[in-house]
């Protein structure tokens, strides 16, 4: 069965049309599915009987049960979701001063291999559907009954490995008569599918785009991050720059701290120097441990002096606040189970 939250508005008419049903149709289903968030068709009520019937027919809701919800010192949330065949995702939800604010995962499971991250550990299943990416969303904002203000594509998975689907959803979460989150307000994170970079840079989202740097030579980069064989960095900000000149909106560059890795004052340096002049911004995360992983922190002294350095020297860094750390709910510690 086709799943309804799959559809973006556009997608959803022309069902509607080819069902013998007035476009306006699925404007109303749109606003019960994005903004009522029901959970069945039977709660449409400004739809005849028939119509609902139909619907029932031909699509699903979508709605996933909550496996798992573990709530950390710090009020960060993480859902365990079962996805409904047989695959479980982790959510996590934070709250920040300026509202709530979602990481969602785009994938079951990753392919990227990075050395530090946790979603890498078990095989990849399948890439998610722009539904139960939504879906994600929903599901959260029906348990916590909060709105949900932010979204980050920073969750299992490479959301530029899911390309169609990640830029679908992002459609469907920015619409206003959806959920209507800002494109703004909507982040993805990506290690660096270069090409891709240069396709986002044409979709006229407005989007922000992350890229996770993690290091300053190709060697080092190599080393945490497989795709720098694909990519190196010379390539990764050739498109970063084209991103910026073509949609005007400023990167944001992830580089998480190591010790004795990537965090002396040679790798701010170079830091400084790759990035000069670039309309971007540093967000430095103190790296998180995963089972069986080879990096450690930074100490709390050396990635202030990281950041205090980019600081002086025109590059805007600041530190990323580790929420959810207790729960495994923080970067890099989130991955795919197996029911
Ligand atoms: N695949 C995408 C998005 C998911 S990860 C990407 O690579 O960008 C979201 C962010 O967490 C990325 O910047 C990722 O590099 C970072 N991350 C992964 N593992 C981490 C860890 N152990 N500690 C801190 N950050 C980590």
Redo the contacts with the bound molecule.
Sequence with gaps: MKNIKDYNLEELKKQLVQMGEKPFRAEQIFKWVHQENVTSFDEMTNLSLELRDKLKQNFSMCIFNIIKKQVASDGTIKYLFDVLDGNAIETVLMKYHHGYSI?VS?QIG?K?G?K????TGIAFARSLTSGEIVEQLLAVERDARIKISNV??????????NYDNVVNAIRIINNQKGVNIGARHISV????LVPKIYQLAEENIQCTL???L?ATTDEQRSKM?PINNLYNIEELLKSCKDYIAKTNRRISF?Y?LAKENNDNLEDAKRLVKLLKGMNCHV?L??????EN?T?TKSTNENIMKFRDYLNDHGIVATIRRELGSDIDA?????RRKNL
Excluded: R, W, Y
């Design positions: 990481c785009s990753c990227m990075c530090f991250c946790a979603s980050v594509f920073m969750g299992i998975g490479e959301p530029l490995d994170s990506t290690s660096g992350s890229i996770s993690h991050m992830e998480a967000n995360i103190p790296i998180n441990k995963i992983g990096f923080a970067c890099g510690q989130l």
